[in-house]
């Protein structure tokens, strides 16, 4: 049996990796990333080609059975995953337990994690069946919880989900339809909402998703999991960097500001960072921001803001950062969050929402990930050893002797 102590109180050899740079956690057949070449398959197929050609369902199809589904699979898929959008009634006077300003992420926190107490039918985990079951009720539900999470965050009534419309459609339906008044879903905006969702299904072994890994290792239940990975996304850091981005881009303002900025950024005595560049994988082109900043184009043409500050000082930023000695020597492209806040302040999201719109689209990465590892027969629990650096062993001294 390996034993790391015994290995370093022998050899001297341990293996030290803080925050994991170089040391796998898991085998997966889901998502590959390689960061030199700018590239992201899930099962196989370039994340390009699977923004450009499917749609969100046929992406979670993927990427919990492994193969795309055909035309009869898909029907089915979306039935099944459509026929789980309500949430149970009850769940609404969970909501109303919150403060009324509450933000949207510390909602999605609580009530994603009190799901186990409305669906424990679909809590065994040693039961193919419910894993399915519980897997299809977190992608379905997760729209339905983001939108209640925003609407009462803004005071406004909940709406509920209305299943002839597809996924993003009635995201965007639930989050931005108020009561009396005609809604009618504007087909670009859901598409781009459909593409930015893909963008974000899966990445790997990034910190929430381990952090899922982690907590169902043990054998906790998938909403508890996908719960603990919910409140690892709210980092800044991570699901949070959007925002950031967005601050920014705004902090900055115009273009003529641009080289103070960059300048500040290459500064070592200075803490400032370009938001939005930069990715521990990538240190090429992050594919996901091309597909992002044409999205963004596309919303912005849409919602007739094709001249947005924002937009123009985002361009020009990319253009001087990447043609920079300091950028360059570092690898540091812009990553996927980059264009996105920009996106989604034009699809009409506020700033608040942002990670919760992140955490919509990765449950489904989250969660086939979860059942691969419950699925794996060399499955063990997650320990990760530490390098200790404490006191040595003393003699406990009793409190009228401490001086
Ligand atoms: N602006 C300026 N310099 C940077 C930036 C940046 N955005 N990112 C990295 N650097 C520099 C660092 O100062 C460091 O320089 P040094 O070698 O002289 O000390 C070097 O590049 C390496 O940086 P690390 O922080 O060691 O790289 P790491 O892989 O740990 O960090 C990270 C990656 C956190 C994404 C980093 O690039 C960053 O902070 N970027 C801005 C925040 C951001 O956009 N996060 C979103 C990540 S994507 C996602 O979560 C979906």
Not at 276 to 303: S, W
Not at 357 to 385: H, S, Y
């Amino acid at each position: 049996v390996f034993d790391i102590n015994q290995l370093y109180k022998q050899t001297g050899a341990f293996t030290f990796d803080p925050g994991y740079t170089s040391t796998a956690s898991c085998e997966s057949k889901i998502t590959f990333i390689d960061g030199d070449e700018g590239m992201l398959l899930h099962r196989g197929y370039p994340i390009d080609e699977l923004a450009d050609n499917g749609d969100f369902l046929e992406v979670c199809y993927l990427l919990l059975y492994g193969e795309l589904p055909t035309k009869a699979e898909k029907a089915d898929f979306d039935y099944r995953v459509t026929n789980h959008t309500m949430v149970h009634e009850q769940m609404n006077r969970f909501f109303t337990g919150f403060r009324r300003d509450a933000h949207p992420m510390a909602v999605m926190c609580g009530v994603v994690g009190a799901m186990s107490a409305f669906y424990h039918d679909s809590t065994d985990i040693t039961d193919p069946r419910q894993r399915m079951i519980a897997s299809l009720r977190m992608i379905a539900k997760m729209p339905t919880i983001a939108a209640m999470a925003y609407k009462y965050h803004i005071g406004q009534p909940f709406v509920y989900p209305k299943n002839d419309l597809d996924y993003a459609s009635n995201f965007l339906r639930m989050c931005f339809s108020v009561p009396c008044e005609a809604y009618e879903v504007n087909t670009v905006l859901a598409r781009a909402m459909d593409k930015i969702f893909i963008l974000h299904a899966d990445h790997e072994q990034n910190a929430s998703t381990s952090t899922v890994r982690l907590a169902g290792s043990s054998g906790a239940n998938p909403f508890a999991c996908i719960a603990a990975g919910i409140a690892c996304l709210w980092g800044p850091a991570h699901g949070g960097a959007n925002e950031a981005a967005l601050n920014m881009l705004a902090e900055i303002g115009t273009v003529d500001r641009i080289p103070e900025f960059i300048d500040r950024a290459k500064d070592k005595n200075d803490p400032f960072r370009l938001m939005g560049f930069g990715h521990r994988v990538y240190k090429n082109y992050d594919p996901r921001a091309k597909i992002m900043q044409k999205t963004c184009h596309e919303v912005l043409k849409e919602v007739g803001n094709e001249d947005d500050e924002l937009l123009n000082v985002a361009l020009e930023l990319e253009k001087i950062a990447l043609t920079d000695e300091y950028f360059i020597e570092k690898k540091l492209y812009p990553n996927v969050d980059f264009y996105s806040g920009i996106t989604l302040k034009a699809l009409g999201f506020p700033q608040e929402m942002f990670t919760v719109l992140f955490a919509v689209a990765r449950t489904v990465g989250w969660i086939a990930q979860w059942k691969e590892m419950i699925e794996d027969p060399n499955q063990r629990i997650g320990r990760p050893r530490q390098l200790y650096t404490g006191a040595e062993k003393r003699e406990f001294v009793p409190i009228d002797r401490r001086g």
